[in-house]
């Protein structure tokens, strides 16, 4: 059966410093890999997605970047952070562009 | 642009009631209507998954319904328990397989 899992789970970083979240989906080939972010109370906003290695698609312009160096490995990341970057990250995973949605548990990033 | 619409935001009910959670979206291009859970401070956990050609899906007390058309879906809980209190998403994902969200609505069942 196909895993996703992301990491760390909880992060506090001071403003200006670099990020990096990781998250790898085991049991599947090629998937569809996606970065979202929930603000409290609300729905979520893509930031980022990848059909393939290399491929990334930038859905918000803002401060941070994605990068898939291999098949099932999606990395979320910052060289500074701010402040509005604070929020609940995740990582999803689909087979193809009209397959079900499976999340990964969530990275909480605390900016101070 | 898509925009997906969750009513009501939040719902309150006593435990056994049948309910019925709302969700509608603006574009009827759709590949599928997906609804989750999510619990506090934790991921969503798919429920349903309704393909564009479909008109519903079922699965133990639960039952979505799909008309596209009209851009609209509901999610029916039957019986409902303590243990569903949570808080329910829909998403609709379009032509280029990107997905969008509700902000959802937040259901507390009291015992």
């Known amino acids: 059966s196909q895993t996703i899992h992301q990491w760390p789970a909880t992060l506090v970083q001071p403003v200006g410093s670099p990020l990096s979240l990781e998250c790898t989906v085991e049991?599947?080939?090629?998937?569809?890999l996606y970065w979202y972010r929930q603000a409290a109370g609300r729905g979520l906003q893509l930031l980022f997605y990848?059909?393939?290695?290399?491929?990334i698609s930038s859905e918000v312009p803002q401060n941070l970047s994605a990068s898939r160096p291999q098949d099932r490995q999606f990395i979320l990341s910052s060289k500074k952070l701010l402040l509005s970057d604070s929020g609940f990250y995740l990582c999803a995973w689909a087979a193809g562009r009209a397959g079900e949605l499976f999340f990964g548990e969530g990275s909480r990033l605390t900016v101070l | 642009k898509q925009e997906v619409t969750q009513i009501p935001a939040a719902l309150s009910v006593p435990e056994g009631e049948n309910l019925v959670l709302n969700c509608s979206f603006t574009d009827s291009a759709i590949y599928n209507l997906q609804w989750f859970r999510q619990d506090p401070g934790k991921g969503l956990t798919s429920l349903l998954l309704?393909?564009?050609?479909?008109r519903e899906q079922t699965s133990g007390r639960l039952n979505a319904s799909l008309d596209k058309s009209s851009g609209r879906s509901t999610l029916y809980i039957a019986a409902s328990q303590p243990g569903d209190s949570a808080t329910y998403l829909c998403?609709?994902?379009?032509?280029?397989?990107?997905?969008?969200f509700g902000d959802g609505t937040t259901l507390t069942v009291k015992p």
């Open positions: 049991g599947t080939s090629n998937p569809n």
């Open positions: 309704i393909q564009s050609s479909q």
């Open positions: 990848s059909v393939g290695i290399g491929q």
């Open positions: 998403a609709v994902t379009g032509n280029a397989g990107k997905s969008t």
